[in-house]
């Protein structure tokens, strides 16, 4: 796979340590990717040695700096990581090597269930984030449901929490339902409403009843969410082929 250039447009925190980076591939072609997909960044440890990294895009096809021009990801700190210190060393013009888009956690066009489980955790929910467009097509020319189950710690860790409302708000088949495990957010302040939940998604899941006759599940984000809800959608009744998975283990 071709290793190309991506330059360093701007970045804001998402979370007490996790990162919004925007980039645009310096070498003057577009990235086409699919919804889902992620890409790889190339560099080396201090004694030289090659190394890698694996990140969702969390591109919006419909960005404003144009159709396919944009590379978003987040990154999420790690005391001590490389690419930690890649990243944040990272000033904006700079910038870094990658290759891609790899994996096929994508949504399938030849899918004709009726309503879409998302669940992930943590930086797990950047590729639902690239999938909202093909989302609000599916609404609306196939009469499609979405449920976003998000797991996050404390409000302050919801990823892309106020988008991820927005498009529910304006989307009735568009359900959000952040599950925090420490701290709920307090009356008044953002996401305090009827749909958040205290706990894990693996706790959440049943609430939703999986139905094998309608759904298809993804899964993404933190190996122990991963393996206990693919767990309990098989015990639903769900066949394999309607789980579709996607794994994040973080690396220094």
């Known amino acids: 796979m071709k290793h190309f250039p991506l330059k360093l447009v701007s970045r804001r925190m998402l979370a007490p ?16 990717f699919i919804p889902g997909q992620f890409i790889q ?21 419909d960005h404003a700096l144009g159709p396919g021009e944009a590379v978003e990801i987040a990154v999420s700190y790690v005391p001590g990581g490389s690419a930690t210190a890649l990243f944040e060393g990272l000033p904006e013009g ?20 009726r309503r879409y489980l998302l669940i992930a955790t943590g930086t797990g929910v950047t590729p639902y984030r690239s999938m909202l467009p093909q989302l609000e097509t599916l609404m609306r020319e196939r009469g499609v449901e979405v449920v976003l189950l998000f797991g996050a710690r404390t409000p302050a860790e919801l990823l892309y ?50 139905n094998p006759a309608t759904d298809i599940a993804y899964l993404c984000g933190n190996p122990n969410m ?10 639903a009744g769900l066949a394999v082929p309607q789980i579709r998975r996607e794994k994040y283990v973080s690396s220094k």
Not at 42 to 50: L, V
């Open 17 to 32: 340590s996790v990162g919004h980076y925007v980039f645009l591939r310096d070498d003057g072609e577009p990235l086409d």
């Open 41 to 61: 960044v190339h560099f080396d440890y201090a004694d030289g040695t090659p190394t890698k990294r694996s990140y969702s895009l969390a591109t919006i096809h």
């Open 94 to 113: 700079g910038a870094i090597t990658a290759s891609g888009p790899y994996g096929r956690f994508c949504l399938v066009p030849a899918d004709t269930n």
């Open 161 to 210: 929490g106020d988008e991820f409302r927005a498009f529910a708000d304006a989307h009735p088949g568009f359900r959000f339902v952040p599950c925090f495990s420490r701290e709920l957010p307090g009356e008044g302040t953002p996401h305090a409403h009827a749909d958040v939940r205290h706990g894990y998604v693996q706790q959440t899941l049943a609430e939703f009843a999986p």
């Open 226 to 235: 991963v393996d206990a809800c693919f767990e309990a959608l098989k015990a």
